[in-house]
């Protein structure tokens, strides 16, 4: 049997002491010398000392300390909270006391389940100080209640006045989030700047460069591991910044999820993106992903390890991500190969029965003559000529006839075409509208139908007809928004194009990046068996340009003349 002392505790059992801060409540020492009485009364030696007084004036024994520091109270998946619940529930917990009752939680309801629910079901006495409530005698619980409403709102307004700092720096251009990514650091002589740190900055390019190679995140992965090359938590300990206390088994086993998460950040471009994640409330603390169009990207905030034109083509290649044969080998131009009259992929056979000479494309959908299309067959080694023979052919135009090129995507993308992407913009702007003015007069007759003003019969035949016209407007903007955005993103590629064409200055040999930036999509004719010989025609489209034919001597000299006549029409107007 249990003794009970003149307080009422049982003498065997803990009595445990909570303390809690939130992250919010943690100052730094300027603050804190600020507002010293507010944060001083929280702290946590402060607490801890608060409660052994009031157990050696009321004469509890077998105290335990339980501590969450830097937690919000308006979550109670804290580990030591947890702890102490766990014990509790065991029945090794006899008495729970806390300073006041905000650092017990602050989320009305939880507060309430554990205190007049739980803990009297286990026997458990809780007792907070400042409130004086004590569940044991019933002092005090009458307007715990209250005290608890008064908690979870000061939480809710808190939260509010964070978001509204956010919000404020975001309006200001500065950055929301203070974690730097993986290859920066914070400026020593300015905090709020980034600058390249070259050593870690290395890996990122390296790891875009496998991307772009045709690599997918867990062959990234391992063959960082092979290489030896420090993952993130590594680095930052052998650097002397170490984040997280979990100990390393491994420095140089990268997780896929790493390598997805440099692949994916856009602030490598110079960039800042804020607001790409929030929580679901000030209750919820899980961390969700906006929509790209509530994101804020601020350009030009830092240096850029890798261009906007590497990047945006690097999501590019994610979404259409390529699957190894079963020999684990990938075709020089897998996921780029489509069929010219059913486009679907061709899909690269590969096996250990055929030899490097052997390997093929062919139509996914000809399934041996028994498919819906035909065989759209060709070998890889032959298809690897064409596409050289083709960027050389470019390549030397480009850097020979650069403004002759840029002249000719001039023409191409004239004023009908600027026109035609005006009137998008335009459509897009106006249908967006429309579609919030449809919600209003929704809102609007469902009013007018609870009144009486509108029958209901009429009420369905407005709505239906409203509806249909939101849902085809919606469908159109978004159709729209696809037009635009494939337009900005031909801008992009066009610049990835003639980053790399410059660069290409001898090429003798493809390989899969130089593929992945040049070449956006091949088209394969059927075969055409004429002079003893099969044909296939191949379509190549080009990043930024789609289909380009390189024009002959004498009409390059014409298009030269062309751009002379211009420019001097300009001179003189």
Not at 110 to 128: C, D, H, M, N, S
Not at 195 to 217: H, M, Q, T, W
Not at 403 to 429: C, D, T
């Amino acid at each position: 049997m249990a003794t009970v002392n003149n307080n009422g505790q049982q003498n065997e059992k803990i009595t445990a002491l909570y303390c809690r801060l939130s992250v919010e409540d943690i100052k730094d020492d300027k603050n804190k010398k600020k507002n010293r009485n507010e944060d001083e009364s929280n702290s946590i030696s402060n607490q801890k000392q608060i409660l052994l007084d009031y157990c050696k004036k009321q004469g509890y024994r077998n105290t335990m300390f339980f501590v969450d520091d830097g937690i919000s109270g308006t979550t109670f998946d804290r580990p030591d909270f947890q702890r102490m619940q766990r014990m509790a529930e065991n029945g090794e917990i006899g008495t729970i006391i806390v300073k006041d009752l905000s650092r017990f939680g602050r989320n009305y309801l939880e507060v309430g389940k554990y205190l007049e629910i739980q803990y009297p079901t286990l026997g458990v006495r809780f007792i907070a100080i400042q409130e004086n409530v004590d569940t044991f005698s019933n002092t005090g619980t009458e307007l715990m209640p209250f005290s608890n409403i008064f908690n979870e709102w000061y939480a809710a307004q808190t939260s509010k006045k964070i978001r509204a700092v956010w919000q404020s720096k975001a309006d200001r251009g500065e950055r929301v989030s203070s974690s730097v990514p993986f290859g920066y650091v914070k400026s020593k002589e300015n905090p709020k700047q980034w600058i390249i740190d070259e050593p870690a900055a290395k890996i990122v390019r390296y790891i875009f460069s496998l991307c772009l190679g045709g690599k997918g995140p867990e062959q990234i992965a391992r063959q960082l591991e092979r290489e030896k090359v420090l993952t993130t938590s590594a680095y930052y300990r052998e650097i002397g910044t170490p984040r997280g206390n979990k100990k390393i088994a491994n420095p140089y086993h990268w997780k896929d999820s790493s390598v997805v998460h440099i692949l994916e950040n856009r602030q490598y471009t110079g960039c800042t993106v804020n607001f790409k994640t929030t929580t679901v409330s000030y209750k919820v603390h899980k961390t969700i992903y906006n929509e790209q169009d509530k994101w804020q990207i601020i350009p030009n905030t830092q240096e850029a390890i890798i261009s906007e034109e590497m990047w945006l083509r690097v999501q590019e290649i994610r979404e259409n991500r390529v699957r190894p044969t079963a020999t684990g080998r990938i075709g020089m131009f897998s996921g780029l190969v489509y069929c010219y009259d059913c486009g679907s992929k061709l899909s690269f056979a590969a096996a250990k029965s055929l030899k490097p000479n052997q390997e093929h494309y062919r139509c996914s959908k000809y399934k041996s003559n028994r498919g819906e299309c035909q065989v759209h067959y060709i070998r890889e080694v032959s298809l690897q000529k064409v596409v050289l023979k083709a960027v050389q052919d470019l390549a030397a135009f480009v850097q020979n006839f650069e403004p002759v090129f840029l002249y000719l995507l001039a023409k191409e993308n004239g004023y009908a075409h600027k026109k035609e992407l005006a009137e998008l913009e335009s459509s897009i702007k106006n249908g967006k509208k429309r579609i919030e003015d449809i919600d209003t007069i929704i809102a609007h007759l469902y009013e007018d139908n609870v009144t009486g003003k509108v029958t209901n019969e009429r009420y369905i035949k407005l709505v239906t007809g409203y509806e249909a016209e939101q849902a085809e407007l919606i469908q159109k903007v978004e159709l729209s928004e696809n037009r635009l955005a494939e337009n900005k993103q031909n801008k992009v590629d066009l610049r990835l194009l003639l980053n790399t064409l410059r660069e290409c200055t001898d090429i003798q040999e493809l390989d899969r990046t130089i593929v992945n930036k040049l070449i956006r999509r091949i088209e394969i004719h059927n075969n055409d068996k004429y002079d003893g010989h099969c044909h296939v025609k191949v379509d190549i489209y080009f990043t930024g340009v789609g289909m380009i034919d390189i024009p002959t001597e004498q009409e390059i000299l014409t298009l030269m003349e062309e751009i002379r006549s211009e420019s001097d029409n300009l001179q003189t107007a």
